[in-house]
């Protein structure tokens, strides 16, 4: 029988001597096979370079067929139940019908469509979403489109023992929970999302060099082109001032055969024009940026307007702006909440990051002025506000939503005291 091995007595082995099990056989190339007919009479073949390969798919067939999952489940793709799902599915008006097929045909069908659907863990679901929203820049309400879709079709699947499990199940909750966009619009972080962003940065390497610009914005409440247009000659660390007397402002589109390019102009307003006082943690933070470029051998090479000695840089020594500011703390908000659901799971999580952008660390630090009781005029003056009402609308805000707060807790402790009274 040369390298299948012979049959003794009805009893075949493989070339090695090892005995072959009913079904079973060995090729002329050495490899391995096993068929076998399902209940309705229909013969499958599995195949293994190895008998130890070839069994572990054997175990999955009988644990598949126990579960009554059908036997050509391991050959389809996402796509081969899509087919399926749109011969069956009834119900919807016809625009409905044709915004599903076209969501599914342009975003998903050539390239996760094609994925054997027995092999789709919710990690690829989670990893096909953010590239939706990162790469092919979706709005939620497009990946929801997406996910509609894609979610029955799966559903299809376990309802006819395909697979065991939906995985698309809770995924664009996931989603929208890992970048802030379950949250109603705010203009400030809470005092625990604050310190979540912070430590986050800090503690991760990939975030690290973001830690010192973001925590002093955060922490002083500069409008990004104030801290873009910062220069070393404008923080004086011995009294611990910062002066701001200018801004950086990033054309993008000039016109006019222009290239986009940086231009240093006066502050918003005269009131724009300030000394800001800083915390040791903030001087500690512009300390960090030194080391780091010092470490790293970047420094920021631009000249604007006969400004020079720039404090941040990015990786090419040039000026950072707005976009590439809010393009970060994106990726910073979706990285630190996919950890957090990761650990707690979305049920248990304590605490997610809002949908951050450079506006919200400001309006968080003229936030923690209002909380820490500091006066309206010299919350107007750090801030740099031109109108007094504009600060007065940030008080107001917050000593209402103080008072709500101490009503909720003033309830809760006559609550604990009425329970006790009666105890």
């Given amino acids: 029988m040369g390298k299948r091995g012979k049959a003794r007595g009805g009893v075949r082995y493989d070339n090695k001597h090892v005995r072959l099990q009913t079904g079973e056989t060995q090729r002329s190339d050495g490899s391995y096979m096993y068929r076998w007919t399902d209940g309705h ?6 195949y293994g370079s190895t008998l130890e390969i070839l069994r572990k798919k054997e175990e999955q067939i009988f644990v598949d067929i126990h579960d009554g999952i059908r036997p050509d489940a391991q050959i389809l793709t996402v796509n081969d139940v899509y087919e399926l799902w749109r011969d069956i599915k009834r119900g919807v008006r016809g ?3 044709a915004n599903y097929i076209y969501y599914y045909d342009r975003y998903v069908h050539d390239g996760f469509g094609q994925k054997r659907i027995t092999a789709v863990k919710k990690s690829d679901v989670r990893r096909f979403y953010n590239s939706l929203h990162d790469d092919k820049l979706l709005k939620i309400n497009s990946i929801d489109s997406v996910h509609t879709v894609l979610h029955q079709v799966f559903q299809t699947a376990v309802d006819d023992n395909i697979i065991r499990s939906n995985p698309t199940d809770n995924m664009l909750r996931e989603l929208k929970g890992a970048r802030g966009l379950d949250y109603e619009v705010r203009d400030a972080m809470t005092v625990s999302q604050q310190n979540l962003f912070q430590e986050y940065m800090l503690r991760n390497p990939k975030y690290r060099h973001w830690y010192p610009i973001f925590f002093i914005m955060l922490n002083t ?7 873009i247009g910062l220069r070393w000659q404008d923080v004086d660390m011995e009294k611990g001032i910062i002066n701001v007397t200018h801004n950086v402002f990033y054309c993008s589109h000039k016109g006019n055969g222009q290239k986009c390019h940086y231009e240093v102009h006066s502050t918003k307003s005269r009131a724009g024009v300030r000394l800001i006082p800083m915390t040791q943690a903030v001087k500690d933070a512009f300390l960090m940026e030194k080391e780091y470029q010092e470490l790293t051998g970047i420094h920021n090479t631009m000249s604007i307007d006969g400004y020079t000695g720039f404090i941040f840089t990015n990786a090419n020594g040039s000026m950072h702006n707005l976009t590439m500011l809010n393009k970060a703390l994106k990726r910073i908000t979706r990285d630190c909440n996919d950890e957090m659901i990761e650990k707690y ?4 999580v304590p605490v997610l990051l809002p949908n951050l952008s450079t506006h919200i660390l400001r309006h968080s630090f003229a936030t923690r002025l209002c909380e820490s009781g500091v006066s309206v005029k010299t919350a107007q003056s750090i801030l740099g506000h031109a109108n007094f009402s504009t600060t007065m609308d940030i008080y107001v805000t917050v000593t209402e939503e103080m008072r709500n707060k101490g009503a909720e807790l003033l309830e809760e ?7 006790d009274n009666r105890a």
């Fill in 41 to 46: 009479g229909v013969r499958h073949s599995v």
């Fill in 95 to 97: 625009t409905t019908m």
């Fill in 221 to 227: 409440g500069m409008r990004v082109g104030e801290v």
């Fill in 345 to 348: 799971g979305i049920e248990n």
């Fill in 413 to 419: 402790y006559l609550s604990v005291m009425g329970r």
